[in-house]
Nanobody
Framework: QVQLVESGGGLVQAGGSLRLSCAAS????????MGWFRQAPGKEREFVAG????????YYPDSVKGRFTISRDNAKKTVYLQMNSLKPEDTAVYYC????????????????????WGQGTQVTVSS
């Protein structure tokens, strides 16, 4: 079992940056593949970043590649999402998710692949 708590959301102007954090409970954080998803009003939840347990591999969809960076600090049991060059279309509730995985070559990209979810943090980008 792992509990996830996101923080760092807020209101930012287009072109600005935010860093989201997701703090996890439990003793085996490095065994978890971590992902970030987002959900805008009226839209389905979408994957925005994933990272393997060791942090050796990351994956992003084209919509955020080059602007978002996921990282993790296993000693602090925390995963981060650095978001730069933000656009109004990035406005959404951002969720952290976790699943036990020892894979070093793949991260989950679908909601159904993750077992644990945080409560979400709102990110609003004004134009």
């Amino acid at each position: 079992q792992v509990q996830l708590v996101e923080s760092g959301g807020g209101l930012v102007q287009a072109g600005g940056s935010l860093r989201l954090s997701c703090a996890a409970s439990g003793r085996t954080f490095s065994s978890y593949c971590m992902g970030w998803f987002r959900q805008a009003p009226g839209k389905e939840r979408e994957f925005v970043a994933g990272i393997t347990g060791t942090g050796g591999m990351t994956y992003y969809p084209d919509s955020v590649k080059g602007r978002f960076t996921i990282s993790r600090d296993n000693a602090k049991k925390t995963v981060y999402l650095q978001m730069n060059s933000l656009k109004p279309e990035d406005t959404a509730v951002y969720y952290c998710a976790a699943v036990i995985s020892f894979s070093t070559r793949r991260v989950g990209v679908r909601e159904s692949e993750y077992d644990y979810w945080g409560q979400g943090t709102q990110v609003t980008v004004s134009s």
